[in-house]
């Protein structure tokens, strides 16, 4: 049977690059609650403060890079492809780590390396005006400062429908470093699941939603990720050398 592989990432794919997440301590977000940086109503109410944060983070792009996690999910996905096998990449993160690595991702919350205009709607990829105390103003239409293009909580997420018709699709399910504890992407394991596709999950602890019949991968994604990719790519036959 052709493998058809369905993948969901979050921050724990992300944390051996050094990224900062809410919940690391002495991180990014750590002085910061949700809501006053986090919200369409904390854009509303004080976006110098909301701008400012966000700044920092995408200035913080300049000083990651992929790990092997994120270069091993690209390996498979190009493997898949020589294979004419389906895969499908979907991330809870902001940060461009998995685009960097080579894949082609479904960015459920955005990415920090674009800005948006919320009056006329252009987006816009930047990485150049990055100075936590000037907004950049829309060329397209003058309003005077973009927003971050991310999803904040109380906005919906991106790509829902077209993960879930995935799913339904998939042989294979793998979550990478996500608490199981964020909708609606904590439901796509259990969805999974249902459908009878096979159900793997990596994380440094198992997640709120995992179940027993998952395969639970313990460890550090940038440790576990790479050897499982490998034992995939030979038991499907795939080029190793993709």
Request: proline share 6%; charged share 20%.
């Amino acid at each position: 049977m052709r493998p058809a592989v369905v993948v969901l990432t979050g921050a724990g794919v992300s944390a051996d690059s050094g990224v900062s997440t809410f919940r690391d301590a002495g991180g990014l977000w750590e002085e910061q609650r949700l809501e006053d940086v986090a919200t369409p109503e904390a854009w509303a109410r004080d976006p110098a403060l909301v701008w400012r944060f966000y700044q920092l983070r995408r200035a913080q792009l300049a000083e990651v890079e992929p790990n092997p996690a994120h270069l091993a999910l690209a390996r498979l996905e190009r493997a898949l492809a020589l294979a004419g096998a389906p895969f499908t990449l979907v991330s809870q993160n902001v940060d461009d780590l998995h685009a960097r690595a080579g894949s082609s991702v479904l960015s459920m919350h955005g990415q920090l390396r674009v800005l948006a205009c919320e009056a006329c709607g252009r987006t816009l990829e930047d990485d150049a005006h990055l100075d936590p105390e000037s907004f950049v103003p829309c060329s397209a239409c003058g309003h005077p400062r973009l927003r971050p293009d991310v999803v904040w909580f109380g906005e919906l997420p991106r790509f829902v429908d077209q993960v879930e018709v995935r799913l339904h699709e998939a042989t294979h399910f793998l979550a990478v470093g996500t608490s199981g504890a964020v909708w609606p992407a904590a439901g796509f394991l259990g969805l999974a699941r249902a459908t009878g596709t096979r159900t793997f999950v990596n994380a440094l602890e198992a997640p709120d939603n995992a179940g027993e019949v998952d395969h639970f991968l313990p460890g550090r994604a940038a440790e576990v990720i790479p050897g499982l990719v490998d034992t995939w790519i030979d038991e499907w036959g795939l080029s190793a050398h993709a």
